[in-house]
């Protein structure tokens, strides 16, 4: 998975409270997005951005916030914790959103629970 | 949101059989990508198609992006115990838009 790092790689959180999933990639990719792995359901796209400043809602973004305020760096918010947030999340980053030979690469992946 | 079909979910094999998996889509995809995910890692991309009919290889891995450019398959063929995994196939709409995945295809190889 070369250049996108992500942590933590596990939590545990208590209902209620906030945390903030880190994802930081070294590669200048434009865009970067996030995704969250359920059993049966593949991966879902929470929030995405194409570039610094710029960020845009995915299929599943009620419950977390994002920002960008660099290129490198695009973390996940979760201010107020629910056990339906419980899941795998995976950020990814890739050259361009669209262009032709567009590929992701994807974070090793950080794995919540919430209690 | 759009969705991928992909079938079968689950495959159990003896090493050494064929492996054929595949997605569907009602909408019109300009780009196939398929991912294989191992347990606690992240996606990692296997073969990606850019053009409808394309039939692209790696090593024991074969993929179609199909004619209609609502489908893609992917075959794994004389398949071994690290072929265990996840595969997702993942789409991309005509124009700028996000991937779009499948629910992914779980693969696990009797020795």
């Known amino acids: 998975n070369a250049g996108v790092t992500q942590t933590p790689k596990f939590q545990v959180l208590k209902t209620g409270q906030s945390m903030t999933l880190q994802c930081a990639q070294d590669?200048?990719?434009?865009?970067m997005s996030w995704y969250r792995q359920d059993p049966g359901m593949g991966l879902r796209l929470i929030h995405y951005s194409v570039g610094a400043g710029i960020t845009d809602q995915g299929e599943v973004p009620n419950g977390y916030n994002v920002s960008r305020s660099t290129t490198e760096d695009f973390p996940l918010r979760l201010l107020s914790a629910a056990p339906s947030q419980t899941s795998v999340y995976f950020c990814?980053?890739?050259?361009?959103?669209?262009?032709?030979?567009?590929?992701?690469?994807f974070g090793e992946g950080s794995w919540l629970t919430v209690v | 949101g759009q969705q991928l079909n992909q079938s079968p979910q689950s495959m159990f094999i003896q090493e050494g059989e064929d492996v054929s998996m595949n997605c569907t889509s009602s909408?019109?995809?300009?780009?196939w990508l398929w991912y294989k995910q191992e347990p606690g890692e992240g996606p990692v991309l296997l073969i990606a198609l850019y053009k409808a009919g394309e039939l692209t290889s790696n090593g024991r891995l074969t993929a179609q992006f199909g004619i209609t450019r609502k489908d893609s398959f992917l075959n794994i063929s004389a398949s071994i115990p690290s072929d265990v995994g996840i595969y997702f196939c993942a789409g991309q709409l005509v124009g700028n838009t996000p991937l779009v995945f499948g629910k992914g295809t779980r693969l696990s190889v009797i020795a």
């Open positions: 909408s019109i995809f300009n780009t």
């Open positions: 590669m200048n990719h434009e865009y």
């Open positions: 990814a980053s890739s050259p361009t959103q669209g262009s032709s030979g567009n590929t992701i690469y």
